[in-house]
């Protein structure tokens, strides 16, 4: 014996399925694709080769305590920068940063690091 359902599922259920479905695609692309480049996956991390060619990661340190010191910048190699100025928005002590600089020529207060002209910054996302 063969047993024929009769199907509930019509035009206008398969229409509003599909509109359901591409209204949520466009909402998850909004949502997860919006915002500045903050972190290594958005980020072309192919060539961190320092100055003059893309960002490089690292981190925001702060040595005051040394005459004509301030806030300087150590990049993941831990090697230090001296910016001539660093925004105070990013002067946190241990703020994970990409930083675009070129070196610069001059004199130092802090002589610890090799002097620099930043010419980009950005916060870096660290995941855990």
């Known amino acids: 014996?063969?047993?024929?359902?009769?199907?509930?599922?019509?035009?206008?259920?398969?229409?509003?399925?599909?509109?359901?479905?591409?209204?949520?695609?466009?909402?998850?692309?909004?949502?997860?694709?919006?915002?500045?480049?903050?972190?290594?996956?958005?980020?072309?991390?192919?060539n961190l080769s320092g100055p003059n060619s893309t960002y490089?990661?690292?981190?925001?340190?702060?040595?005051?305590?040394?005459?004509?010191?301030?806030w300087l910048i150590m990049l993941d190699d831990e090697s230090i920068l001296e910016p001539n100025g660093l925004d105070t928005m990013f002067q946190t002590l241990g703020a994970k940063i990409w930083l675009k600089y070129?070196?610069?020529e001059g004199g130092s207060k802090c002589m610890v690091g090799k002097l620099i002209t930043v010419l980009d910054i950005k916060e870096r996302m660290v995941e855990d």
């Open 1 to 46: 014996m063969v047993v024929i359902m009769k199907s509930t599922f019509n035009k206008a259920s398969a229409l509003s399925l599909i509109l359901l479905l591409f209204a949520l695609a466009a909402y998850s692309r909004i949502i997860c694709c919006t915002g500045d480049i903050t972190d290594s996956r958005e980020l072309n991390t192919s």
């Open 56 to 70: 490089s990661p690292a981190t925001i340190v702060n040595y005051t305590g040394l005459d004509g010191c301030g």
């Open 102 to 104: 070129e070196d610069r």
